[in-house]
């Protein structure tokens, strides 16, 4: 989900809100389909399509309609509301409880080789080496040229449209891609919790956000493998700082109702950070720049206890002859 969010917002500077309602469609997919008796591949194939479907809708709202990409993914967001009640069968929600998923099946097949209380580490493995292949399939895709120029996309429109490439239909391609990715997160998160839920979504961009600016306060590269990384790993920690306010934030009276809180306060203090808001990081600036301006005037002068020099003006009729009409060439 959040390898998506960067994609929208970072590589293409595209305000997605569409996360809202993908998330919860793939899950929505996921649980009708394995519901019906399909396999778990197949349910995930059809998810990921669910999404990239979505994504397509947003993105010619915005080409086509010329709405603002902000209000384009909000009204999409919207409208998936609805449609995932009609996925759902117009049921709020769907239990996996009694359904065999690849979770399940992984489960199962580990405890015929691992000791009960170790088998659930196989799922964990599982999900790392399905992230680590999601990650590097992005690596691979981003060197290749359609992938650099949707880089170059959100950061110079004005270099596609010089080179000769439609700057929507990149634009397109990438907000499909991203809501795939985010409908598979929402499938992943269907199975593993045991059932799916219309509301599942509900400020799943903000926690992509939060993942993402924490990511680009931890690592800072312009290396597409480490950007990828960086997303990762601001996931992860992000999750962690969830936990530990879920589990031990009685302390300082904290509930659970205070998450959405504490993930805005996180967004906030990442942005004073990587912006370089803060008052004791500005007062260090303006000290540089005074230790520059100082350097810049003792430059200039000269070592203490040699005499400063004085510039004196040449006569005119000592001045040595030169190319010209009162001197040789």
Same mark, same amino acid.
């Given at each position: 989900?959040?390898?998506?969010v !960067?994609i929208t !917002?970072?590589?293409?500077?595209?305000?997605?809100?569409?996360?809202?309602?993908?998330?919860?469609?793939?899950?929505?997919?996921m649980?009708?389909m394995?519901? @019906?008796?399909?396999?778990?591949?197949?349910?995930?194939?059809?998810?990921?399509?669910?999404g990239?479907?979505?994504g397509l809708?947003?993105?010619? #709202?915005?080409?086509r309609l @010329? %709405?603002?990409?902000?209000?384009?993914?909000? +009204?999409?967001?919207?409208?998936?509301y609805?449609?995932?009640l009609?996925v759902?069968?117009? $049921?709020?929600?769907?239990?996996?409880?009694r359904?065999?998923?690849?979770?399940t099946?992984?489960g199962d097949?580990?405890?015929?080789?691992?000791?009960?209380?170790?088998?659930?580490? *196989?799922?964990?493995?599982f999900c790392?080496?399905?992230? *680590?292949?999601?990650? %590097? *399939?992005?690596? +691979?895709?981003?060197?290749?040229?359609?992938? +650099?120029?949707?880089?170059?996309?959100?950061?110079n429109p004005?270099? #596609?449209?010089?080179?000769?490439m439609?700057?929507?239909?990149?634009k397109?391609?990438?907000?499909?891609?991203a809501?795939?990715l985010? *409908?598979?997160?929402?499938?992943?998160?269907?199975m593993?919790?045991g059932?799916a839920d219309?509301s599942?979504g509900?400020?799943? #961009?903000?926690?992509?956000?939060?993942?993402?600016? %924490?990511?680009?306060?931890?690592?800072?590269?312009n290396?597409?493998?480490i950007?990828?990384l960086r997303?990762?790993?601001?996931?992860?920690l992000y999750r962690?700082?969830m936990y530990?306010?879920?589990?031990y934030?009685?302390?300082?009276?904290?509930?659970a109702?205070?998450?959405k809180?504490?993930?805005g /306060? /996180?967004?906030? /203090?990442?942005i004073?950070?990587?912006?370089?808001h803060?008052?004791w990081?500005r007062?260090?600036?303006r000290?540089? $720049?005074?230790?520059?301006?100082?350097?810049?005037k003792?430059? /200039?002068?000269p070592?203490?206890?040699?005499?400063?020099?004085?510039l004196t003006?040449?006569?005119p009729?000592?001045?040595p002859?030169?190319?010209?009409p009162?001197?040789?060439?």
């Amino acid at each position: 989900m959040v390898l998506g969010v !960067f994609i929208t !917002f970072r590589t293409l500077n595209f305000a997605d809100m569409t996360v809202d309602g993908s998330f919860p469609l793939g899950a929505a997919v996921m649980a009708a389909m394995l519901l @019906k008796g399909a396999s778990s591949g197949t349910a995930l194939g059809v998810a990921f399509l669910s999404g990239a479907l979505a994504g397509l809708v947003t993105a010619l #709202i915005h080409t086509r309609l @010329k %709405i603002p990409d902000l209000l384009s993914g909000i +009204l999409t967001m919207t409208m998936l509301y609805s449609l995932n009640l009609r996925v759902m069968s117009n $049921r709020a929600n769907l239990s996996l409880l009694r359904t065999p998923t690849l979770f399940t099946q992984i489960g199962d097949w580990a405890g015929a080789f691992l000791p009960p209380e170790i088998a659930p580490i *196989a799922i964990v493995l599982f999900c790392f080496l399905a992230v *680590a292949a999601i990650k %590097i *399939a992005l690596d +691979l895709f981003f060197h290749t040229d359609f992938g +650099l120029s949707m880089g170059a996309l959100g950061a110079n429109p004005q270099l #596609i449209i010089s080179q000769g490439m439609n700057p929507d239909v990149i634009k397109i391609c990438g907000i499909c891609l991203a809501n795939g990715l985010v *409908a598979v997160s929402g499938a992943f998160a269907a199975m593993y919790q045991g059932f799916a839920d219309v509301s599942l979504g509900g400020g799943m #961009i903000v926690s992509g956000l939060a993942s993402l600016m %924490i990511g680009e306060f931890l690592i800072r590269s312009n290396r597409i493998s480490i950007l990828t990384l960086r997303v990762i790993l601001g996931s992860l920690l992000y999750r962690t700082l969830m936990y530990f306010a879920r589990n031990y934030g009685y302390h300082i009276h904290m509930t659970a109702n205070d998450l959405k809180l504490i993930t805005g /306060l /996180l967004i906030i /203090l990442c942005i004073i950070v990587s912006q370089g808001h803060l008052p004791w990081r500005r007062s260090a600036a303006r000290r540089s $720049r005074k230790r520059g301006l100082f350097a810049g005037k003792n430059a /200039l002068s000269p070592p203490e206890g040699e005499p400063t020099p004085v510039l004196t003006k040449t006569p005119p009729s000592e001045a040595p002859a030169g190319p010209g009409p009162g001197g040789d060439a």
